[in-house]
């Protein structure tokens, strides 16, 4: 993708006040959501050159290549803007579990009408198999 094109994608994104934007990652091939994170312009650039997304940690204040450490990857599919403007849905093929936790997605916790929380997903993976510490 050249500079000008993405220039003109970066002025169609509103970004908060401290320049980030929600992004929603779902699986391409099971259309599941399978996380939510924060981007940030540099971020967005990064997911274009490389294919491979990248996010902004607000925790670390620096950019998260999904899978860095993990090995747990997302490639780049589709990148779609809603019609505000204000939140980016990621099209991936997600490359093992999304979740911290060792679950396929961070959305595993369902709220039953009797107001007690059921866990949906079981872990595919050991967390402390995740992570290189």
Request: hydrophobic share 30%; net charge neutral.
């Amino acid at each position: 993708m050249n500079i000008d094109s993405l220039s003109q994608i970066l002025s169609t994104i509103k970004f908060d006040s401290q320049g980030l934007i929600p992004a929603i990652a779902q699986d391409n091939d099971k259309n599941d959501v399978v996380m939510m994170a924060w981007m940030n312009e540099e971020s967005i650039r990064e997911t274009f050159k490389s294919g491979r997304v990248c996010y902004w940690s607000r925790s670390r204040k620096s950019l998260w290549k999904k899978g860095e450490t993990s090995g747990q990857h997302q490639e780049l599919v589709d990148f779609l803007i809603d019609c505000d403007g204000d939140t980016i849905l990621l099209r991936v093929k997600q490359h093992g579990v999304a979740c911290h936790t060792g679950r396929r997605s961070c959305f595993y916790r369902s709220v039953q009408n009797d107001g007690t929380i059921k866990e949906t997903m079981k872990v595919e993976k050991d967390p402390s198999e995740l992570y290189n510490s």
